[in-house]
Nanobody, 115 residues
Framework: QQQFVESGGGLVQPGGSLTLSCEVR????????MGWYRQAPGKERELVGR???????YSSGSVEGRFTISRDNAKNMLYLQMNNLKPEDTAVYYC?????????WGPGTQVIVSS
């Protein structure tokens, strides 16, 4: 059974917005620090941001001020609100644990930012 199932990606114009969702199929979800990651074509996967079990967040410099991570512990869900999207945000987006990602990655969700 997959631990992480991402959804919500799509094609959006520069300056647009998208909200990604991730169903997290692990026990004690509320105790885990979670993260969003992305992998652009030809590049290594990188951390987009993390959210701690108390809701404290960290965002990478490239998305700070544009992306917001949130979680719903009652539903085992993780979210990524993306605003003012840029072409360089084009990537496959994944969720996983924040500090020590599991080797079992989900399928990801594709985000394409293009006019």
């Amino acid at each position: 059974q997959q631990q992480f199932v991402e959804s919500g990606g799509g094609l959006v114009q520069p300056g647009g917005s998208l909200t990604l969702s991730c169903e997290v199929r692990v026990s004690a979800f509320s105790l885990w620090e979670m993260g969003w990651y992305r992998q652009a074509p030809g590049k290594e996967r990188e951390l987009v941001g993390r959210i701690g079990n108390r809701g404290n967040t960290y965002s990478s410099g490239s998305v700070e001020g544009r992306f917001t991570i949130s979680r719903d512990n009652a539903k085992n869900m993780l979210y990524l609100q993306m605003n003012n999207l840029k072409p360089e945000d084009t990537a496959v987006y994944y969720c996983n644990f924040g500090s020590a990602p599991s080797s079992s990655w989900g399928p990801g969700t594709q985000v394409i930012v293009s006019s």
